[in-house]
């Protein structure tokens, strides 16, 4: 131990304080939170006693809880899975060594760049669901070239209007998936590739035989990073739509019954709920990684 | 005029001592102005420090009776440094937030906003406000304030918060062309109004434009009224009113046949734009409180009865159903004294007419100057002294925080499901 100490008392001093920062305010309150979700706790300095996993079980026969997972799964699956098809679909269209990659990959990044709020009231404006003559956004331009039966509800769309949230968020971070693969892609070695095609591959084989088993750590990463994006998405419905039931998630919700109506133990057992959801798409990733670090 | 001439001195006078520095001239011009009102304790004059006050007012009418209100403030006391610590956003939403956080954390500000009524119930509860009955003596407020309105904020036998204005929430817009293009008169009662709605429907007008969610809630507190009568709405908050009755269903009911007639892009829109549509002449109807009105008159300048016209909402004429903005005093307040003096020009009828004349609101005392007032509010003023009153659920008066956001989550998931039995029996158990 005290050998230990002597050779690795520099380092130690330099992480401590960012080792008891993080103790502290991250998981020091994800304690705390926890803790507050086992209790009873309503109302402003209210009493709280221990009620164990009351508030777990109401939350799971409560309706609104069930829109929110409905609303969660149908943005999360088309965020995930579009983001991922046309980023992979982009990067190897860039990746065919064209002239101007440089330029169409900084095109395709830059959604990234906007902040979901601002994303979310452009949006907003494209997708206006209103009829006949106010007609606008992306309704009038299908209108007006005569796609009327591509004219929509969008988000308004009942039971299926997280699709419409979900558009937004690809047309951000599709580029950003593009990046990924593309960075990946470019990892595979060359003499690989050249190996397969003297033995007679054919292109489409070498990426779906070869390219994409190999860049699958990349995909991995890709879907861990937008997986916890869209479980905690928030700020892009709020300003899209704002605070309506029927594109509730389990953030707004938490916000809602934390601080209008002042439930601290139901939006404490919320938060709870999506740390625990997004824990379940990281750990087993984190874990995955560092294995493979030590070998 | 004579109260316009003071204002004109007491304002001059305040800018003045502002500018120059010249703190002596502020309490001469004093002298005369507010004496007459509440007769402000004399010691107070030579308070000094500073006051913290919290509201949500950071734009528009609202930002502007709040800076008419300082500067009144800032003239009678001119040592006290006035900190606006308004929160901008959401009616009020995020300052309530920021609030809560505050007061969690014991450190709350001097003063702060809270609609008049049951919202304020959690701070009641959690004993963070203080009675503030002892300045209603002192100032003889109790004299001045109506009747009807004391009993709804008094929380046994205490009143926690000054209320500086009155909005009223049951009213019915409209467009004066349309009504006319299509021989139509304001629905006396929702069943009038079906009757033209399938005028409209079949013309291809919109019979009632609607916004997002928070507008739908106000416009089933006003069929609820309408529907159940005004002693029975109010009975809902005090239990007198069953909320698993006949009569709810029938209400509840109404409000769903209502919906049809609205816009179908409803849940994209703000209350400005719902109200735009009526502007427009693309929707004939809309309910929504009176700061509409202030829409119509001085954001689209247009006159009323030429370009839009006003009644009270379906089967609640004779009722005024009201909301309040009102400051409070919380408990350990770092500057107590000085918070009291602010609550003493918030309360004071030359502050309630600098205030609501730019807010676009009446008084809530009764005994405000009329005639500086336009034409809709001088006919608020009129109800609001001789109607019934009912207090709005959307906006804090009749339910607790809780209470509230039970009922709008059940109003959320019967606008996605429109199952009438199911969203009577979520708000049977918000009420248990």
Redesign the interface.
Known sequence: MKKVLRRHWPALTLLAPSLILLGVFVYGFIGVNIQISLTDE?????DANFIGFDNYIALMSD??FH?DVWNTAVFSVAFIGVSLFLGLGLAILLDQKMRGEGFFRSVFLLPMAVSFIVTGVVW?WLM???????MSGLNLLFDSLGLDFLIN?W??T??WGMLGIALPAIWQMSGYTMALFLAGLRSVPEEVKEAARMDGASELGIYTRIILPMIRPVALSAIVILGHISLKVFDLIIAI??????L?VPAIYM?????????FARGATLATYILISVAVFVIPYLIFTTRKEKV | MQTLQKRAVKTFAASAALTLGLVGCASTAEVEAPATDDGAPAASETLSGSVEVFSWWTGGGEEAGLNALIEIFNAEYPDIEFINGAVAGGAG?NA??VL?TR??ASDPPDSFQGHAGAELM??I????LEDLSFLYDEQGWVSVMPDTLLPLITVDGAIYSVPVNIHRSNVMWANPSVLADNNIEMPATWDDFFVAAEILDAA?IIPLALG??WTQLHLFETVLLGELGTSAYNGLWDGSTDWAGADVTAAVETFARVLEYT???A??LAWQDASQ?VING?AAFNIMGDWAEGFFRVDNSLVEQEGYTWAASPGTEGTFQFLSDSFTLPKDAANRDQAIAWLTVAGSAVGQDAFNVQKGSIPARSDADRAIYPPYLQSAMDDWASNEVAGSLTHGVTAS??W???ID?A???F??TKDVA?FQAAMVTAAG
């Not at chain 1, 916000?255 to 439930?263: E, G, I, M």
């Not at chain 2, 509860?125 to 963070?128: D, E, F, K």
Request: charged letters at 20%; a negative charge.
């Open positions: 309503q109302g402003l300095n209210a309706p609104r829109i907003r206006n669901p209103a009829e006949g003559s106010r509800q988000h308004l009942p039971t739509a704002g605070k309506q039931i029927a509730d916000w809602q019954t934390t601080f209008d109506a002042y439930n | 939403t309530r937030a809560a007061l969690e959690d701070y509860t959690a004993g963070q291809g997002e969610q816009n179908s892009d849940a994209s549509l693309d925080n809780a509230k956001a039970d989550t109003l959320g998931l606008l996605g199911a």
